[in-house]
């Protein structure tokens, strides 16, 4: 990896960022610009829901495949490990590479030792956390084989790197979504119940159209949707660990349609977890609004500036609520219009307004970095 490369390849990935692609499509180019600077034997770029970080889908390069989803969400959401992508994104840079965390011996890691190593010989793996603007869109792991393991200068590359990957999930996974305002109806909720050996052990009638729709194929004979195995796998740690992140997550299915997805845990006798009931259905306005409000990548102020808007407070006001002049408040104003890609205040209430949002603003509430509104 030579300086130059590194930058050029620093370059194309923020273009990427900023060339308004779906997200896989972008995960894809991006993972091969990455490979002209950071050799790999495989890949795996995953979408997270921001408010819950819980992996939504994913894309895949190499010999990473999707029979063994299920088995990955079981080592990333109920088994303890040296890491998992919420703790590495966390941390300072959001980077952390298994062999020198493990002193050289990856062994010592579970998912490694278990999955890693015996079904596709890797000797290393590379995690990021893809963080925009304070909100995590995703993670990104990277894998050797052979005996190699990551450099501190490939683990800092990547860090150099992850910020244009989230902007490019944060666009991705929103494009087109402010047509979306009025969600379609989706034929109802979909139903799937997930044994404790993996294997669906029913589904409603609705639920293959929306397995389909999410990327997995017939069920019971193909592998199940990201989502669903990465729900299923929080629903089994919560019921063990109630302080563990609620199992749901928000994410566009392939005909575009916004979708969220759930899961509770049915506990059988003596306190042990049986089935998983999973529900998949159209997601609201206001839960799809947020995701939308977060891509667009305004500072703190300028969501403040936007709240107030949407709640049809007039600049006057708002320069007084958020002590500021109104000159400074119209300078918000343009840079949000700007990066909204909106002319006009009527505009953007058209492009962002919903009437379960404003409420929340006409009461105060204050935005988290997911876009919802902070508990």
Same mark, same amino acid.
């Given at each position: 990896?030579?300086?130059?490369?590194?930058?050029?390849?620093?370059?194309?990935?923020?273009?990427?960022?900023?060339?308004?692609?779906?997200?896989?499509?972008?995960?894809?180019?991006?993972?091969? &610009?990455?490979?002209?600077?950071?050799?790999?034997?495989?890949?795996?770029?995953?979408?997270?829901?921001?408010?819950?970080?819980?992996?939504?889908?994913?894309?895949?390069?190499?010999?990473?495949?999707?029979?063994?989803?299920?088995?990955?969400?079981?080592? *990333?959401?109920?088994?303890?490990?040296?890491?998992?992508?919420?703790?590495? @994104?966390?941390?300072?840079?959001?980077?952390?590479?298994?062999?020198?965390?493990?002193?050289?011996?990856?062994?010592? @890691?579970?998912?490694?030792?278990?999955?890693?190593?015996?079904?596709?010989?890797?000797?290393?793996?590379?995690?990021?956390?893809?963080?925009?603007?304070?909100?995590?869109?995703?993670?990104?792991?990277?894998?050797?084989?052979?005996?190699?393991?990551?450099?501190?200068?490939?683990?800092?590359?990547?860090?150099?790197?992850?910020?244009?990957?989230?902007?490019?999930?944060?666009?991705?996974?929103? &494009?087109?979504?402010?047509?979306?305002?009025?969600?379609?109806?989706?034929?109802?909720?979909?139903?799937?119940?997930?044994?404790?050996?993996?294997?669906?052990? @029913?589904?409603?009638?609705?639920?293959? *159209?929306?397995?389909?729709?999410?990327?997995?194929?017939?069920?019971?004979?193909?592998?199940?949707?990201?989502?669903?195995?990465?729900?299923?796998?929080?629903?089994?740690?919560?019921?063990?660990?109630?302080?563990?992140?609620?199992?749901?997550?928000?994410?566009?299915?392939?005909?575009?349609?916004?979708?969220?997805?759930?899961?509770?845990?049915?506990?059988?006798?003596?306190?042990?977890?049986?089935?998983?009931?999973?529900?998949? *259905?159209?997601?609201?306005?206001?839960?799809?609004?947020?995701?939308?409000?977060?891509?667009?990548?305004?500072?703190?102020?300028?969501?403040?500036?936007?709240?107030?808007?949407?709640?049809?407070?007039?600049?006057?006001?708002?320069? @007084?609520?958020?002590?500021?002049?109104?000159?400074?408040?119209?300078?918000?104003?343009?840079?949000?219009?700007?990066?909204?890609?909106?002319?006009?205040?009527?505009?953007?209430?058209?492009?962002?307004?919903?009437?379960?949002?404003?409420?929340?603003?006409? *009461?105060?509430?204050?935005?988290?970095?997911?876009?919802?509104?902070?508990?």
């Amino acid at each position: 990896m030579t300086a130059v490369s590194a930058e050029r390849v620093r370059t194309q990935i923020d273009g990427l960022a900023a060339a308004g692609l779906d997200w896989p499509t972008f995960g894809a180019s991006a993972i091969e &610009v990455l490979r002209r600077a950071l050799p790999f034997s495989a890949a795996c770029l995953c979408t997270v829901d921001p408010a819950t970080e819980l992996v939504t889908a994913t894309v895949k390069w190499g010999d990473v495949d999707d029979q063994h989803d299920l088995e990955w969400s079981y080592y *990333e959401y109920e088994v303890e490990d040296v890491y998992d992508f919420r703790e590495v @994104s966390r941390r300072p840079g959001a980077v952390a590479a298994l062999a020198a965390e493990t002193g050289g011996d990856p062994a010592r @890691s579970r998912r490694f030792a278990e999955m890693f190593s015996p079904v596709w010989d890797y000797s290393d793996e590379l995690r990021a956390g893809l963080a925009a603007d304070g909100a995590t869109w995703g993670g990104l792991a990277l894998f050797h084989q052979g005996g190699r393991t990551f450099t501190p200068a490939e683990q800092e590359f990547v860090t150099s790197v992850s910020a244009g990957f989230a902007r490019g999930l944060r666009t991705g996974l929103v &494009v087109g979504a402010a047509d979306l305002a009025v969600v379609a109806d989706g034929g109802g909720p979909a139903v799937i119940v997930v044994g404790a050996d993996d294997e669906v052990v @029913s589904a409603n009638v609705g639920a293959q *159209e929306r397995v389909t729709d999410l990327g997995g194929g017939t069920l019971g004979d193909a592998p199940l949707p990201q989502v669903v195995c990465a729900i299923v796998g929080a629903a089994r740690r919560r019921a063990a660990d109630p302080g563990a992140p609620m199992p749901r997550a928000r994410l566009r299915s392939r005909s575009g349609r916004w979708v969220v997805a759930h899961a509770s845990p049915m506990v059988g006798r003596g306190g042990t977890v049986a089935d998983v009931v999973v529900t998949l *259905e159209d997601a609201r306005p206001p839960e799809v609004i947020p995701l939308v409000v977060a891509s667009y990548g305004l500072t703190g102020r300028e969501r403040d500036v936007v709240g107030l808007v949407l709640a049809g407070v007039d600049t006057a006001d708002v320069a @007084s609520r958020l002590h500021l002049s109104a000159y400074t408040v119209q300078d918000h104003l343009k840079k949000i219009f700007g990066k909204v890609g909106v002319r006009s205040r009527r505009e953007l209430i058209a492009r962002i307004y919903n009437d379960h949002y404003v409420p929340h603003l006409v *009461e105060g509430g204050a935005l988290a970095p997911s876009g919802w509104f902070a508990t």
